[in-house]
């Protein structure tokens, strides 16, 4: 019938319609599993049909796009902010950096201002030394001159043994003070004239324990302490430092470890080639050194012996060290013990023979003019000549010396150097226009500063330091006389190469960077 068909149409019309909803319903399915799954494409083929499903997946497609856009934004901003972090960072680690580098140089600077101080009051205390050893020195040439003068003319005393006994005593304190203003003076002599003779360093190590055994053995029993001094040496060639020096710095070295040790311990002495340097090595167990007093040990006049040490005992080793291009190291650790490390040159020159003193071609009776500001120094000097038949006349300044020279013809000149009114350098130089025979020794306190700085001063003959023996003088008016007769035969001035430092020698400097501390 009619309906029937009607209804079958309507069957099938139904159908297709649900078949096709259900196709779309399942592409949608699939589109919302694959954005679930991740995937924020929106594919082609999605339903765009006016129906509710069509809507349903324009609706969804909207909310996507704009979940997306917003993703995109909050990507974007976290990019961002990554990038800013980043930059943060980089920004701390430039500041970190930064303060490290400031830090560095702040402690940099401090460590060049506190070596400008260094320098500064070694520079003041050097000029105060200088001075000290002129002045002392002059102090002592008539104390020495007058000793030398009774010793060489015995017959002025006669028999009186408690004069005499008198005399040795006052030129054993004129003998120690002298011995003091060397140590002094070292302080001051950065290098060598360059003419050091071979030394072995072992025999001197073993004379130096021997002088110094009353001091560790005997002196420190008596105080309940009990030291013992051991070696360990290693044949080693000899060094090119004088033999004097190196002995005198080894007793230092010595006396020192035996001071540090208060009950019982040992000092170890040992030797070793390491060329080109002979190494000396001083150990001790004693209380050591803490780290404030190892900063200023090499410091002069510091000690830690309250009243009994001089405070010049390593700095005059360290002077002997750096003269001789040598090195001086000095570690210590508390309640442990120091130990001293001298590394000195290997000899490395030729044995030179010592000429006998010369003979000047004019001898006999001597025109001697003696120019110093202090009337002591005159007086002696006067009567060590007199007594060999020379004529000395006096002069208390160079202007009064100069307008003697003017009228009379001298053999010798005998000059101090720092005088009032006029140096004895000017007066040198204008002696010799005037008469180029004289010869002119120059007698200072500076004597042994000027030598061993190897100061050429023109006009000038010999230097000789303050206080002076007649045997000295005599030796350097014949040598002088000889030079002026024989000007071929005078050493040549030494050139600014022959000055040059040894390697190895620093700049006159107070430095610490041989001390190490052990804590």
Request: net charge negative; hydrophobic share 40%; with cysteine.
């Amino acid at each position: 019938s009619i309906i029937g068909i009607l209804g079958l149409s309507m069957a099938g019309v139904i159908l297709i319609y649900s078949r096709s909803t259900l196709t779309k319903i399942e592409k949608l399915t699939n589109w919302i599993n694959s954005v679930l799954k991740g995937n924020l494409e929106i594919p082609s083929d999605l339903p765009s049909s006016n129906d509710e499903v069509g809507q349903l997946s324009n609706a969804l497609a909207r909310m996507l796009t704009e979940l997306i856009n917003a993703y995109t934004s909050v990507q974007k901003e976290a990019d961002r902010y990554k990038q800013e972090l980043a930059g943060h960072k980089k920004g701390v680690e430039i500041s970190k950096q930064t303060v490290k580098h400031l830090s560095e140089a702040l402690e940099r600077m401090k460590q060049i201002h506190l070596e400008d101080l260094r320098k500064e009051r070694l520079h003041v205390l050097e000029q105060i030394i200088r001075g000290t050893v002129h002045d002392f020195s002059e102090a002592l040439m008539p104390i020495v001159g007058a000793c030398d003068y009774l010793r060489e003319h015995p017959e002025l005393l006669g028999d009186n043994e408690r004069v005499n006994e008198q005399i040795r005593i006052i030129q054993s304190g004129a003998d120690n003070a002298m011995k003091l203003l060397k140590d002094l003076a070292s302080f001051c002599f950065y290098k060598t004239s360059g003419d050091s003779k071979p030394t072995d360093c072992i025999a001197v190590i073993e004379q130096a324990i021997r002088l110094t055994s009353v001091y560790w053995k005997e002196q420190a029993r008596m105080t309940g302490r009990n030291i013992e001094v051991r070696t360990a040496f290693e044949m080693v060639p000899a060094v090119g430092v004088d033999e004097t020096e190196l002995r005198d710095a080894i007793v230092h070295l010595i006396m020192n470890a035996a001071d540090a040790i208060q009950e019982a311990g040992t000092i170890t002495i040992t030797t070793k080639d390491e060329s080109p340097f002979v190494k000396i090595e001083v150990r001790d167990t004693g209380i050591g050194m803490t780290p404030e007093v190892l900063e200023r040990c090499l410091e002069p006049f510091f000690s830690t012996k309250n009243h009994i040490g001089t405070g010049m005992g390593l700095p005059v080793v360290n002077s002997v060290a750096r003269r001789y291009g040598g090195t001086l190291e000095i570690e210590s650790k508390p309640k442990v013990g120091t130990k001293v490390t001298l590394k000195l040159p290997r000899w490395t020159g030729k044995i030179v023979e010592i000429s006998p003193p010369a003979t000047p071609a004019r001898t006999g009776q001597l025109k001697v003019l003696v120019v110093d500001d202090d009337a002591l120094s005159r007086e002696i000097i006067k009567r060590f000549l007199t007594i060999d038949g020379h004529a000395v006349e006096l002069a208390e300044n160079g202007i009064e010396a100069r307008n003697k020279i003017k009228s009379t013809k001298y053999d010798v000149l005998i000059v101090d150097r720092a005088m009032p009114w006029m140096r004895g350098d000017e007066l040198a130089v204008q002696v010799k226009k005037l008469s180029p025979r004289t010869a002119v020794i120059m007698l200072t306190g500076f004597g042994d500063i000027i030598k061993h700085e190897d100061e050429e001063i023109e006009g000038v003959d010999i230097v000789l330091s303050k206080p002076v023996v007649s045997s000295e003088l005599r030796d350097a008016i014949a040598q002088a006389l000889f030079w002026c007769d024989n000007p071929s035969e005078k050493p040549k001035k030494k050139t600014q190469a022959d000055r040059a430092e040894p390697a190895g020698v620093p700049d006159r400097e107070f430095s610490n960077n041989g001390i190490k501390w052990q804590g």
